[in-house]
C-alpha cells in the first residue's frame, strides 16, 4: 500500500466535511455494535464471575499500555498527521516496533512477579505474565491500522473490531461457563487482540520492506517520544490508582469500582470515542487554517458535550437500578461511585478531542505535561480518599476532572487563540439542560421507584431524553440545530453507501482496494 495510491485516496479539501461525517458514522456503529453486545457480555460474566475476579483482570490488563508507547514511539500518531509518508516510512515504523514489542513483552513477563508484590496478591502474577503478549499483538497491528485511519477506511476498521469483539465474547463467555474464573476476561482480551490483527494486516494489504530509514526514523522520533509520554502517563496513573484503591479496599473493592468505571467508560464510547480518530485526521488538514481549526474545534466539542452529557445525567440518576439489573444484586456497592464518575465523566468526556487538537497540530509536549500533572493529581486525590470508602474515592476522582478541565480551557485557548471561556462556553451553556433533565429525571425516580426495574429504567430514559432535548432546543438553539444537521446527514450517507453497496458499486470510506483507491473522490 504505497504512497502514491494512498494519497490520492485522501479527500480533497472540499469534501474533508462529508469525510468526516461518514467516519464518524461508520466509527460509531462500530462503538454501539461492540460495545452494545460486549456490555450485554460484561452483565453475564458479572453473573458467573467474582468482584476479586473482575479486579484481579483490572490490575493485570493496565501494565501492557504502561510500555506498550515505548514499542510504538508515537510512530503510528506520526503516520496519521504526516504530510506525505511513504512505503519507506510504513516499512521503518514497522521494523522498529515489531523488534521493540518483542522487548517489551519480555519486560512484561519478568515484571508479573513484581506486581504481585506491589499490590500483595500472588493470585495476579500469573494473570500479569499471560495478559504480557497482548503488548506484541497491538503492536503488531499498529502501522495496517494507521494506515486505514489514514485514508479514513472506518467502514473497514468498524467490521474488524466487530468480528473481533463478538469472537471474544463467545469465548469469554464460554470459558466463564466451564468454570475458568478470571481467566475466561484474561482470553477475551488476547484473543481480540490477535483477530484484530490479523485482520487487520488482511484488509490493509500492507506488506513490510526490508528496508529501515535510520534518517527518517529520526526525524519521526522527535516527533513520537513527546507524544508516547501522555500514552504512558495514562495507563501508569491508572495502574497506580488501581494499586492503591486495591490496597486500600481489596481486590473486591478494586471489582465495585472497576464495574462502576465499566459503566461509565461506555457512555463515554457510545457518544464521543467516535470522534477521536476522526479529529485527529482532520485537525492535521486543517491546521494551517486558524479560523476553521477554532470553528472545527467548537463544533466538535459542542456536539460531543451535548450527546454525552443526556446518556451521563440517564447513568446518574437511574445507576442504583442500572447496575443491579445489568450485572446482578452482588453489585449493589457500585452504584455510588458510577453516580459519583458519571458527573466526573462530563468533565473528562473532551479530554479525546482535546488530544487530537495537540498531536494534529504539532504540540504533542504541551498535551504530555498536562497530563501527566493530571495524572498525578488524580492518583494523590485516590491515596487520600481511597482508604475512606468508594464514595470517598469516586468525589476525589470527580475533583481531580473538574481541576483538569479548567486546566484544558486555558491550554486550548493559548492553542486557538481564543479566550478560555470561548473554549469552555460549550460545556458551560449545555449545563442548564443538563440540570433541567437530571432534576426531571430525579423526580420521576422517586415516582417509579415501586415499579419493576426494567419499567423503571424506561419511564426515567424517556423523560430524561425529553426534558434534556426540550431544554436543549430553547437554551441552546445553535447545537440542536447542529445535532439534527448532523443526524441527516450521517444518515443519508450511510442510505446512499448502502444503495451503492448493493449494486456492486465502491464506497466512498475507502474501501476499496489500492488499485482502485486512485480514482476514490469524496
Known amino acids: ?28 456503529l462500530q462503538t454501539w455494535a461492540i460495545r452494545l453486545t460486549g456490555f450485554a ?13 473482575f479486579g484481579l483482570v483490572a490490575i493485570a490488563t493496565a501494565l501492557p499500555p504502561m510500555l506498550q508507547p515505548l514499542a510504538d514511539m508515537g510512530l503510528s500518531t506520526y503516520i496519521l498527521q504526516a504530510d506525505k509518508p511513504t512505503k519507506r516510512t510504513y516499512s521503518t ?14 519486560l512484561l513477563l519478568a515484571a508479573a512477579p513484581l506486581v504481585g508484590v506491589v499490590v500483595d496478591s500472588p493470585d495476579v502474577v500469573p494473570v500479569s505474565a499471560a495478559i504480557a503478549p497482548m503488548a506484541l499483538l497491538v503492536i503488531l497491528g499498529a502501522v495496517p491500522v494507521a494506515i486505514l485511519r489514514r485514508t479514513l477506511r472506518f467502514r473497514a476498521l468498524a467490521m474488524m473490531s466487530f468480528v473481533a469483539g463478538l469472537i471474544g465474547q463467545v469465548i469469554a463467555v464460554a470459558m466463564a461457563l466451564a468454570g475458568f474464573g478470571a481467566w475466561a476476561l484474561v482470553w477475551q482480551a488476547l484473543s481480540v487482540q490477535l483477530i484484530q490483527l490479523v485482520l487487520a494486516w488482511v484488509v490493509s494489504r500492507f506488506r ?61 464510547e457510545m457518544t464521543t470515542t467516535a470522534l477521536g480518530p476522526v479529529t485527529t485526521v482532520m485537525f492535521s488538514r486543517i491546521r494551517g487554517a ?109 475533583a481531580a476532572a473538574t481541576t ?35 432534576g426531571f429525571g430525579y423526580g420521576v425516580s422517586l415516582l417509579v421507584a415501586g415499579l419493576p426495574r426494567v419499567a423503571a429504567l424506561a419511564v426515567i430514559g424517556v423523560v430524561v431524553v425529553v426534558a434534556f432535548a426540550g431544554a436543549l432546543r430553547l437554551a441552546v438553539r445553535p447545537t440542536w440545530d ?17 444503495r451503492r453497496g448493493a449494486g456492486g458499486e465502491d464506497s466512498a470510506d475507502g474501501d476499496s482496494t489500492p488499485a482502485e483507491q486512485t480514482t476514490v473522490t469524496v
Not at 494499586?243 to 467508560?265: D, E, K, S, W
Not at 486555558?410 to 442548564?432: M, Q, S
Not at 444537521?485 to 442510505?495: I, T
Open 1 to 28: 500500500m504505497g504512497g502514491v495510491a494512498q494519497r490520492a485516496a485522501e479527500p480533497p479539501p472540499g469534501g474533508l466535511a462529508r469525510a468526516a461525517a461518514t467516519g464518524v458514522a461508520w466509527t460509531t
Open 290 to 398: 486558524a479560523d476553521r481549526l477554532l470553528a472545527g474545534y467548537l463544533r466538535a466539542v459542542s456536539v460531543s458535550t451535548a450527546i454525552v452529557g443526556v446518556v451521563l445525567v440517564f447513568v446518574a440518576v437511574g445507576a442504583p437500578q442500572l447496575i443491579p439489573l445489568l450485572f446482578g444484586g452482588q453489585w449493589g456497592p457500585s452504584a455510588g461511585p458510577a453516580q459519583v464518575l458519571a458527573v466526573a465523566g462530563l468533565a473528562v468526556a473532551m479530554t479525546g478531542i482535546d488530544s487530537a487538537l495537540f498531536i494534529s497540530v504539532g504540540r504533542p509536549g504541551t498535551w504530555f505535561a498536562y497530563f501527566t500533572g493530571l495524572q498525578i493529581i488524580t492518583v494523590l486525590a485516590a491515596m487520600a480518599l481511597a482508604p475512606h470508602g468508594l464514595i470517598a474515592y469516586a468525589l476525589g476522582a470527580l
Open 482 to 498: 447542529e445535532l439534527s444537521r448532523l443526524a441527516a446527514s450521517a444518515w443519508g450517507l450511510l442510505r446512499r453507501r448502502s
Open 41 to 53: 457480555t460484561i452483565a453475564l460474566l458479572a453473573r458467573l464471575l467474582t468482584p476479586a475476579d
Open 404 to 438: 483538569g478541565a479548567v486546566a484544558r480551557w486555558i491550554l486550548v485557548g493559548r492553542l486557538l487563540h481564543a479566550p478560555w471561556f470561548a473554549v469552555a462556553t460549550p460545556l458551560l451553556r449545555t449545563l442548564a439542560p443538563i440540570a433541567v433533565a437530571a
Open 93 to 106: 515504523v514497522f521494523w522498529y516496533s515489531a523488534g521493540a514489542g518483542i522487548v517489551v513483552t519480555l
Open 208 to 268: 513490510p520492506q526490508l528496508t529501515f530509514s535510520l534518517a527518517e526514523f529520526k526525524h519521526m522520533t522527535r516527533f513520537g517520544v513527546k507524544v508516547i509520554g501522555a500514552h504512558i502517563a495514562e495507563p501508569a496513573g491508572l495502574w497506580a490508582v488501581n494499586a492503591v484503591i486495591a490496597g486500600a479496599l481489596g481486590p473486591a473493592g478494586l471489582g465495585y469500582v472497576n464495574i462502576a468505571q465499566r459503566l461509565i467508560t461506555l457512555s463515554q
